[in-house]
């Protein structure tokens, strides 16, 4: 079948954001997604462009328009959330972003309404229910299919960048996994879900598409869900991998990250340059070594086996990005990705404060807070 994409002129951006509701007393997940669209849309069919139900009735979607510049997907957030504060504050509830709840219990949530999630349900089965997950995704426009697929591939070797910088799911059902990104490995139970696959060309993609839809594994392009796929529809490449990020000042740092790497690809592609396309075992241990081990995590450079410290590599690539930061009016975002190597993922803020005599109580506090200052801190202030 042919899959038109929608494409983008110069590499604009959109910013998707689950969040999670919290009983502000219990620090509980907390179902009142429905409620709260009820109240924000005065509609039943509860429709809102900006705030989205979910898979679980403890979470709401809000989302940015088409921004040219991070600061202004910034300001489109801030802006929808401030829709949110009379609801929350009626309910006592609290929001925050991160890639997993500290200690709610899976089996204990509620799906959201409609024939969709139903579905899903009915096809995934326990790895669906699990799926008490929560992450921040990041939409760059490119001009065609053709470019959407080769930066997709090229992108892969990014993928431990993105998730140790985001990483923010260390505790599971109120026990720490070991991992700084548990969120990463439950999504992967799901069978379209995980590392993209190596295409060669817009075609190639238009036929996995084709096959998967013909034989009843998907209904529809919307239900791939790869840590980095091309969104027709959109116009984008669109970035999944990231954990949920808790303060605003992650989310541009991770947004300008996006956008740079987005544009510096395509401007070398509209070069003439063949845009690398890593092994894909290369980039599944990288990316088991980033969801393990956040930013002290060693990433495989070459065939040989080579090892580089990531935090090392992500150094390095802010760098070569800067000069197209600065042509974006993001450098100083971009420089927020320094920021979160020198502070700490949230995933090891939040083990501070546990480690510190804190409990899984006050991670959630602390995960409320920076979402409502905007801005992240070391746990110990």
Known sequence: MGIHFKGS???????????????????????????????????????????????????????????????????????????????????????????????????????????????????????????????????????????????????????????????????????????????????????????????????????????????HAIKSIREVWWDIRPHPEFGTVEIRVCDGLPSFAEVEALAALAQCLVAQLDGLDDRGFTLPAPREWIVRQNKWRAGRYGLEAEIIVDESGTLLPLRQAIAHTVEELTPTASRLGCDKELAGVLDIMNRGPSATRQRDIVARGGSLLDVVDALVDELDTGAAKPAWL
Not at 44 to 65: S, W, Y
Not at 164 to 182: M, N
Not at 196 to 201: Q, R
């Open 9 to 215: 002129v110069g590499p604009t951006l959109g910013i998707e954001m689950e969040l999670e509701l919290v009983d502000r007393g219990t620090r509980e997940l907390k179902s009142a997604a429905s409620s709260i669209l009820f109240e924000v849309t005065g509609s039943p069919d509860l429709l809102h462009p900006k705030i989205k139900h979910e898979l679980l009735e403890c979470c709401l979607e809000i989302i940015t328009g088409i921004c040219t510049t991070v600061g202004e997907a910034r300001r489109d957030l801030e802006a929808t959330l401030l829709e949110l504060q009379t609801p929350i504050a009626d309910r006592n509830i609290g929001l925050l972003c991160s890639g997993t709840h500290p200690f709610s219990k899976w089996y204990e949530q509620d799906v959201s309404p409609g024939p969709r999630y139903a579905a899903l349900m009915e096809d995934t089965q326990w790895a669906g229910r699990r799926l008490q997950i929560f992450g921040v995704h990041f939409h760059v426009g490119v001009s065609s299919g053709t470019k959407a697929i080769a930066i997709t591939n090229a992108l892969a070797s990014y993928i431990p960048h993105f998730l140790a910088l985001s990483s923010s799911s260390p505790f599971w059902g109120g026990h720490d996994t070991g991992l700084a990104s548990a969120r990463s490995k439950v999504f992967e139970a799901l069978p379209t879900a995980g590392l993209p696959y190596m295409l060669g060309s817009w075609e190639e993609f238009e036929q996995f598409m084709d096959t998967l839809i013909s034989a």
